[in-house]
């Protein structure tokens, strides 16, 4: 028998690895110094973690340990990254790029720097979710500063062209960050082959602990600067002041080292664990969609739409597995994913989707519970959908005069 | 979201679900919503000509929890009225007996709207059997 509720919503956050948490215990209990401490063993000490943390956490991404820049977690690195190039770099240029299906961290931020008089250019994406390297060409000038684009989106999995739309920045001599939150430790994410100037990291995302992260920013070929968002005792090259999350970096840096470890592996096993929820999903029931593209995805990504049945009822026939819906259902109101939105995923079908996020704690009993709910769920709601009635009697439910008053 | 225990048990075991002939003349059908308000209604009542007595009630619903919940409670509530009876069912006494919090409120009058759109389709044919 599995063991209920099960979860399966790994994008959103995932579970500490036990062996992250042994590695920060003495660092909540006697090793307890500050690493800024110059004078004694205790700061001595807690300086030495950290530094393991940043060897760790740079060997991730094939960075040199120089180039990490420690921060509270991914949201702070994109502000830190867009905001800190921004205006670092405003006398050259007023320009940033980036891309509609992009986090709110990167999508807010740029909002942010709209009103200081920065001008934003949000690239759209194809049904897949891709963008279009073309659109990015066209849309640098000779004002544009930055290009920031995710590397693997959130909601839909959907890995970027990131290589290419790193050459193409650096040919045309513009920074390019990108949002590695959710690919790091996922999929092969190495800065130098990817020509990444800035890179935003998360622990939580890699079974390590929440509130930590970290920015990855390029030394050499180019240098970046960037102004800070946090003014203090200048730690982190001055980048990002603040007394340093001793406990939360050295479980980050262990959660680095085991995904780095075990990533062929592990990437692999979530790959066959999707593929078989997929499969099984699109075998039992008609009228199932894959949201964004399949092949260009991250390995334990899912995100499906199931057609006629209504998204909010759907959850309530799984309250026993822990996945996450593409339609926010706040107060009377339905707000589908804007992620959705812009693959032109019509609102109807982004009402019913659900993301899947297999992760590395996720077994295949567990997968087999979960298809097994959903097929039976969406099987019972369809049966009671008037729409799906209509729809096999080839009724377009297009062409229907919808009474919304009646 | 929390749901009542009442919400959860029409869901779990919603009562008479399924479909009765459109084109019966004692059958009435009420269709209410639309797919993009994310809630859609299918109510029918077969109805004795003589008593104008609903002997029978069938639903389907596209929708939520509690859309699922008010008209399953209102195909159970109309079984057995004459027509007169059904039309006095107010939005107010199915947020009462379901529980429904403020948010879900259009769901009960959603549900009202089906047994009155019923209602409306079965007299409709009546009259005009009568011609």
Request: hydrophobic residues 40%; negative net charge; aromatic residues 6%.
């Amino acid at each position: 028998m599995v063991k209920l509720p099960i979860y399966m919503d790994n994008h959103a956050t995932t579970p500490m690895d036990p062996r992250v948490l042994d590695a920060m215990m003495p660092f909540f209990t006697n090793q307890f110094g500050n690493a800024a401490s110059r004078n004694h063993k205790f700061g001595w000490e807690a300086e030495e973690a950290v530094e393991e943390g940043r060897k760790q956490v740079a060997a991730l991404i094939g960075a040199d340990p120089r180039e990490i820049v420690f921060t509270s977690g991914a949201t702070e690195s994109d502000n830190l990254a867009v905001k800190g190039a921004a205006w670092m770099y405003r006398e050259k240029g007023d320009h940033i790029i980036t891309c509609v299906t992009e986090h709110k961290a990167i999508l807010d931020t740029c909002k942010h720097l709209e009103k200081e008089g920065f001008r934003i250019t949000f690239l759209p994406v194809d049904g897949k979710g891709m963008v279009d390297l073309d659109d990015l060409c066209k849309a640098i000038t000779a004002k544009t500063i930055l290009v920031s684009i995710m590397t693997a989106n959130n909601e839909v999995g959907v890995i970027q062209e990131i290589k290419q739309i790193g050459q193409i920045a650096r040919e045309r001599g513009v920074l390019f960050h990108t949002d590695a939150v959710q690919a790091a430790g996922k999929i092969p994410f190495n800065v130098n082959e990817m020509n990444v100037d800035l890179a935003s990291l998360s622990a939580h995302k890699i079974y390590g602990p929440k509130g930590a992260g970290a920015l990855y920013v390029r030394r050499r070929n180019p240098r970046v600067l960037l102004t800070p968002i946090i003014d203090g005792g200048g730690h982190e090259r001055g980048m990002r002041s603040g007394t340093l999350n001793v406990t939360g970096i050295v479980g980050f840096g262990k959660a680095a080292q085991i995904a780095r470890e075990e990533l062929p592996r592990e990437s692999a096993e979530m790959l066959r664990l999707r593929e078989k929820l997929r499969t099984t999903l699109e075998r039992e029931l008609d009228e199932v969609y894959i949201n964004g593209d399949l092949d260009k995805r991250l390995p334990g990504n899912l995100n499906m739409s199931f057609a006629y049945v209504e998204g909010e009822s759907l959850l309530m026939g799984i309250n026993d597995i822990a996945v996450s819906s593409g339609s926010a259902c706040t107060s009377a109101s339905l707000e589908p994913s804007y992620v959705l939105k812009a693959l032109g995923v019509g609102e109807d079908l982004a009402h019913t989707s659900i993301r899947f996020g297999i992760g590395r704690f996720n077994t295949e009993e567990e997968v087999d519970y979960v298809a097994n709910r959903v097929i039976d769920v969406v099987r019972r709601l369809r049966e009671l959908s008037p729409l799906y009635e209509m729809a096999k009697e080839g009724i377009d439910l297009k062409s229907v005069h919808w009474a919304t008053e009646a | 979201m929390a749901y009542s225990d009442k919400v959860i048990d029409h869901y779990n075991n919603p009562r008479n679900v399924g479909a009765l002939p459109k084109e019966d003349p004692t059958v009435g059908t009420g269709l209410v919503g639309a797919p993009e308000c994310g809630d859609v209604m299918k109510l029918q009542i077969k109805v004795n000509q003589e008593t104008e007595i609903i002997e029978d009630a069938k639903f389907k619903t596209f929708g939520c929890g509690s859309a699922i919940a008010s008209s399953s409670l209102a195909t159970e509530w109309v079984k057995g009225k004459t027509l007169a009876e059904a039309l006095e069912i107010k939005n107010t006494d199915i947020v009462k007996e379901l529980s429904l919090p403020p948010v879900k409120i259009h769901c009960s009058v959603l549900a009202e709207d089906a047994i009155k759109a019923a209602i409306g389709d079965w007299k409709k044919k009546h009259d005009d059997n009568g011609k």
